[in-house]
């Protein structure tokens, strides 16, 4: 009886069970990319240091996804959707009401998360491919709503709204390119400490039973339609802060930078990370900021197609993304201590 | 004694003015530029939706590939860096920093699309880089006040559109006007135009339909601007959907006054496909030489740009309408260039490119001339209305200004 109703009920995401060690960095290792990420800036370029800040961007929101979907197991293909009422939040509030671009943070993160939780409720209705189509129609509603007539004198319509960019506080002897690719560093290095903490939390574990099992979660007393509702409302928060962050790095918002392609590539970078491995994140945000350029410098007519080879060979050669190559690492080097 | 002396303070004076004057007019460089050679930034969608533009970033390759192989432009040759942004502003911003920091070119020229090019204007003015002849037809580039570091190049949409109200003002008062635009940026600034242009009649607009890009076809709006009653269909759309309005049109046997944007206004890519007895009667306003139109064969113009297209860029379609344009601004580029002589600073390009007198490229239409000034940056400002008969346009009427008040909306 019971697996009969299973067969209906469950979903069936593609998605390893992570043991909870393995989802975060040994301390040893996250000290050297904490390092790295401190003082590399300090020796290259502002070109460069935006790129870095974009990495970190990109990297928050692909983290986002992952607690989402490597998380509760949910798909979705509509985070640049949230991402851009992050970014409108930030633009709207700095550009049109004068307020100071730190506060626009908290409030872009509020204003996400509840719209990712209302976003979670019809959700809750449907799994798999059925949610990431759902998602998806979010991601191509967007940037038409932020077309809208009545929006215009906020949204500025189909020109988009010019940001500007903050200098550097307390009179501090950096650039503004420095000075905010620090302040991104600290945000993001603080919601990465806290979604760790979630999902070895409580709140965590009920996301992963649900993730494993939904009936079983439930049996044990799991409310299953908070926490995935939660989960989404976390998820769409950090991609609402990393949106506004976007937009005070970029300095423009418009609807053409949030259409389905982000949603798309945020999807792309998680997969190259590694599903539910957070350190991964960063990885895939690398990816796809980095490998398009390396693409359009092999041909240019053909950026597209290099793209996609680029991208079948790691998908063939890693299917596990960035953790497999960390694991395959790790026993490396364990092998060699033991010498 | 005293007078001797202040002589010859006053002759060391000269002397000195004299000198550093010369070494003035010597050589002067900014980043980017050298005896040998200019390097030059570009940012065009080779990849995503709007790749088709793709075109013209190689067909400016081209160009440059021609004037290099003629010896360059004063000796020095161009280096063109040109990079994809897919039509993404973010993207936009990322390539123009690479451009100016890393590569460190003199201009930024041509980047292509309102919202990329919107997303780096306040960077490139804040640095002081040129970026010249952007690859749009927004009004907001003519604005040298705020933005001295920014100049358009061909018409903006607004003042087309503006044409388009003085002669329908004249020729049809009564009309009543259906609108089908393209919803962005491209769409809206025309429609305001429109309206603008129309001023107290604007109510001659009966009916606005809007679609998006990614409709698959635009039957059902089409259908919604002949209930309206409207005898004026003002179809402000790119090539596809032009074509498919004009066909849609013949099937359900409407015959409005059928305007089409300059933007579709191309034989071979909207009208032959769309049918030519279908598209009898269409007006429309061009300011260059269309390439898939017969009556340029003879051109002294064209042939050049026929000749340029058979040796350096064979692959390139001459019907296309981005490589008439590719050509026409690079060689406006190219003119600035000469006039920089040896002082190839980022100041001297913008001094030059705003003071162009009758310039001609060979692709304009007969009597359309690029004149800038200080307070000017709108290098393209008129155009000339044409009506299809049989298979090609015929020009008619005078060529026209779109200025039709100073005081554009967005000021």
């Known amino acids: ?339 | 004694m005293l007078s001797q002396k202040l002589r010859l303070a006053a002759l060391a004076t000269a002397v000195v003015f004299f000198t550093s004057g010369a070494a003035l007019a010597q050589k002067k460089y900014d980043a980017g530029a050298s005896d040998t050679e200019i390097k030059i930034g570009n940012i065009i969608p080779y990849s995503g939706p709007a790749s088709a533009y793709g075109v013209i970033g190689k067909t400016e390759e081209a160009y440059f590939n021609k004037i290099n192989a003629e010896g360059g432009i004063n000796g020095r040759k161009i280096k063109f860096i040109s990079y994809d942004d897919s039509y993404s502003p973010p993207k936009a911003v990322e390539q123009a920093r690479k451009l100016v920091e890393s590569d460190e070119v003199l201009l930024i020229f041509n980047s292509l699309g309102t919202p990329s090019n919107s997303a780096i204007q306040k960077y490139l003015n804040a640095k002081k880089v040129p970026q010249l002849f952007v690859a749009t037809g927004a009004s907001k580039w003519n604005d040298p006040k705020n933005f001295p570091w920014t100049m358009g190049w061909q018409p903006s949409y607004q003042s087309e559109a503006h044409i388009y109200a003085k002669y329908l003002l004249k020729e049809k008062p009564e009309g009543k006007i259906g609108v089908l635009y393209q919803n962005d940026d491209f769409g809206k600034d025309y429609l305001n135009g429109l309206k603008d242009g129309l001023a107290d009649k604007s109510s001659m607009i009966v009916a606005e339909e809007g679609y998006e890009t990614s409709e698959p076809s635009i039957d059902n709006h089409i259908v919604r601007l002949k209930a309206s009653g409207a005898d004026v269909f003002i179809s402000v759309t790119t090539p596809k959907f032009a074509a498919q309005a004009i066909k849609r049109l013949a099937e359900i046997d409407w015959h409005p006054l059928h305007i089409v944007s300059n933007v579709s206004a191309s034989v071979g890519g909207v009208l032959k496909p769309a049918g030519f007895e279908n598209s009898q009667g269409i007006l429309s306003s061009a300011y260059a030489k269309d390439g898939s139109d017969p009556q340029w064969d003879n051109d002294p113009g064209m042939k050049k740009f026929y000749a340029f297209l058979e040796k350096y860029y064979p692959e390139g379609d001459r019907l296309n309408a981005s490589t008439v344009y590719g050509y026409g601004v690079a060689q406006t580029l190219v003119q600035v260039l000469k006039q920089c002589g040896d002082e190839l600073t980022r100041e001297n390009v913008m001094k030059q490119a705003a003071s162009l007198n009758d310039f001609e490229p060979d692709t304009l239409l007969p009597g359309i001339k690029i004149n800038t000034s200080p307070t000017d940056f709108a290098p393209i400002k008129q155009l000339q209305m044409m009506r299809f008969k049989g298979e090609k346009w015929e020009l008619f009427g005078p060529i026209m200004s779109g200025q039709l008040n100073e005081q554009s909306s967005f000021q």
């Open chain 1, 1 to 339: 009886m019971s697996a009969a109703v299973e067969e209906v009920v469950t979903e069936a995401p593609a998605v390893e069970a992570v043991p909870k060690r393995a989802m975060t960095l040994g301390t040893g290792t996250s000290l050297t990319v904490l390092a790295l990420l401190v003082v590399a800036p300090l020796f290259v370029k502002n070109f460069i240091i935006f790129q870095m800040t974009m990495l970190l961007v990109y990297g928050l929101a692909v983290l986002a996804l992952n607690i989402l979907t490597g998380g509760s197991g949910q798909f979705s293909l509509g985070q640049s959707a949230f991402y851009a009422i992050g970014a409108y939040t930030s633009a709207i509030l700095m550009e049109q009401y004068n307020v100071n671009y730190v506060l626009t943070l908290p409030v872009s993160g509020a204003l996400c998360f509840a719209a990712g939780f209302l976003f979670g409720q019809p959700a809750l209705r449907l799994s798999g491919v059925y949610l990431a189509l759902a998602t998806f129609a979010l991601a191509t509603a967007m940037p038409q709503l932020l077309k809208l007539n009545f929006l215009e004198p906020w949204t500025g319509g189909v020109q988009g709204l010019v940001v500007t960019k903050p200098d550097a506080p307390f009179g501090l002897p950096m650039s503004q390119d420095m000075w905010l690719y620090y302040f991104t560093l600290v945000i993001t290095i603080a919601i990465y400490i806290a979604s760790v903490n979630l999902l070895r939390s409580r709140s965590g574990r009920a996301f992963m039973a649900i993730r494993d099992n939904e009936i079983a979660a439930s049996a044990m007393g799991i409310d299953v339609a908070l926490y995935k509702t939660l989960a989404f409302g976390v998820s769409a928060g950090i991609t609402g802060v990393a949106g506004s962050l976007g937009a005070i790095v970029v300095q423009f918002v418009a609807p053409d930078s949030y259409t389905i392609t982000l949603a798309i590539a945020l999807f792309l970078g998680m997969v190259v990370g590694g599903v539910g491995w957070l350190p991964g994140s960063i990885v895939g945000s690398a990816f796809i900021i980095f490998v398009p350029n390396i693409a359009e410098s092999i041909s240019k007519g053909l950026s597209g197609a290099v793209f996609g080879v680029l991208l079948f060979l790691v998908i063939f050669a890693v299917p596990h993304g960035a953790r497999q190559v960390a694991i395959v690492c790790q026993q490396a080097l364990a092998k060699y201590k033991r010498r």
